[in-house]
């Protein structure tokens, strides 16, 4: 491995196809394009060194792509795998995303902004699932602070939420490991928004449709990153359904009422207790009172009811009405 480049790795047995690839990153500084022409060949690489992403074809001899795929998934977990496939495999691709093994797909013949672009986010990616493996609390804070910087305005927004988490863990009589499953969910439930444009994040006029529901999906990758970094249940529900509502007009899933995860209601009142408190570039944080009106009239609705007035109390108790 060149020192200080990130690796991925393209599986193909079309040779014109492995240049051309190495071709949309030539030149590029911070990245190192290995090729293999089989899948026992790639094998071998990996089992030396797991590479960050791996790109395979579908249709190769011998071992397919998804057999490959499968195997890396086993040999190299946190690796981003990726399948190269043919408009008319469309249907075994998206199968392939559905079963785990993959985590994006490339059409032939590809457009090579969107490839590059693809690529990028999967190294990202790659390195906040290694950091959140680590549990590691500097590295960690230094991981949600430069996500924190693709919006600024929700600076220190993670850590905050945190401590409103475990504060009402603490009222709810939770301690011990699952307390501190409180703290880091709540740390890392928006790592998704990695994934997330910043001129979506950034956008000082009203979303799209199309822009909301690709913000919408941050929630769902934040719960695949902590489920490939092998994160507990408690933190991968944290990160997944926070944004679930009691009555199931929430997402990513529509979970409603007991449905959804207690770790997962309880963070969704801190975090949007804290979005409410904080200011926006569209407007000025809301009063605690202000707040605590908003969360009663959503008794039932957002909201889990019982842990709604345990919140509300605690934080009178702490802040004065």
């Known amino acids: ?17 492995l240049r051309a690839v190495e071709r949309v990153f030539h030149g590029d500084a911070d990245i190192e394009v290995l090729t293999a022409t089989c899948a026992g060949e790639a094998m071998e690489i990996i089992a030396r060194n797991p590479v960050p992403v791996v ?5 190769m001899p011998g071992v397919s792509g998804i057999e490959f795929l499968e195997w890396a998934k086993s040999a190299a977990p946190e690796s981003m795998r990726i ?8 249907d075994v691709a998206i199968n392939s995303i559905n079963r785990g093994e993959v985590y994006r797909f490339i059409s032939k013949p590809w457009n ?9 986010e999967a190294l990202q990616k790659h390195k906040v699932v290694k950091c959140l493996k680590s549990k590691n609390e500097t590295s960690l804070l230094s991981l949600i602070r430069t996500i924190e910087l ?25 301690s011990g490991e699952e307390r501190m499953d409180f703290k880091y969910g709540g740390l890392i439930h928006d790592c998704g ?18 822009q909301r529901e690709l913000i919408k999906q941050h929630a769902r990758w934040s719960g695949e990153l902590a489920a490939m970094a092998g994160l507990n249940t408690r933190v991968v529900n944290i990160a997944l359904y926070h944004h679930e509502r009691f009555n199931g007009n929430g997402y990513p899933t529509g979970l409603a009422g007991s449905r959804i995860p207690r770790e997962a209601r309880i963070v969704a009142l801190a975090d949007v207790y804290d979005a409410l ?28 009811p019982q842990l709604t007035d345990v919140f509300i109390g605690e934080l009178e108790r702490t802040r004065g009405k």
């Open 277 to 304: 408190a904080s200011d926006r570039p569209y407007r000025k944080g809301l009063s605690h009172r202000e707040i605590a009106e908003y969360f009663l009239n959503e008794k039932g609705t957002s909201f889990d």
């Open 193 to 210: 928004k990695i994934g997330v444009p910043e001129a979506v994040l950034n956008k000082p006029g009203e979303l799209t449709a199309e």
């Open 112 to 120: 090579r902004t969107e490839l590059r672009q693809l690529i990028r």
């Open 55 to 59: 790109i395979s074809d579908y249709t």
């Open 83 to 90: 399948l190269l496939t043919g408009c008319a495999d469309l």
């Open 1 to 17: 491995m060149q020192e200080g480049k990130d690796q991925i790795l393209v599986v193909d047995d079309d040779a014109n196809i």
């Open 150 to 174: 693709k919006d600024p305005s929700t600076k220190g927004h993670s850590e905050r939420v945190a401590g409103y988490a475990l504060q009402l863990a603490d009222a709810l009589g939770i």
